[in-house]
């Protein structure tokens, strides 16, 4: 498989007032209260939205003037995989570029690569790799990070031994159906 370039995927905050003082220049940042996106140029943050212009933040108005979440890219893709995996399973790629259920109880089950969000035959599994993740229902997860847990399955609590030997944060839970997929590098516990 070559090597993909990802696009920056927003860091989740609860509001504009949270935004970090002194961030890295050209870093990406969501509000989660306001679903708007910010990018801090060097000298200050620039609301970025689907309708009207950018507006530099700190002035009163901000474009596009609406509460939906924004269009955030999303990468996907479709590999094979036993009949058994279903939609909303976290799933890790296997030596033979297969998915498979994640688990991080089980060192050679991660790191997790995405969730799966269709099932285009029995065999086959499309994969969210980043970007919004909506469930057809609610996902029963509080707001905040989520986590790879056992089984294929989410967690907001932090793994730590003696229950789980990989820890590896999934993304962040925006509401009772949308989660942010930003999976980072796993560390054995």
Known sequence: MS???LPPIPHPVDTFASLPATPPIWSMWVTVDTGFVYIYNGAAYVAVSAAGPPAVHGSTHIAGGSDAIPDIESFERVYDCL???VVTDVVYQDASDNVAQADS???AKMPAVGI???KPTATTAKVLLSGLYTAAAPHGLAV???WVGNTGALTTTAPEKPGHLVAQRFGTVIDATKILVDIEDHMLL
Request: net charge negative; aromatic share 0%.
């Open 144 to 146: 905040g990070t989520v």
């Open 83 to 85: 009949a058994g995996i």
């Open 116 to 118: 799966v969000v269709e």
């Open 105 to 107: 109880a089980t060192v």
């Open 3 to 5: 090597n993909i370039i």
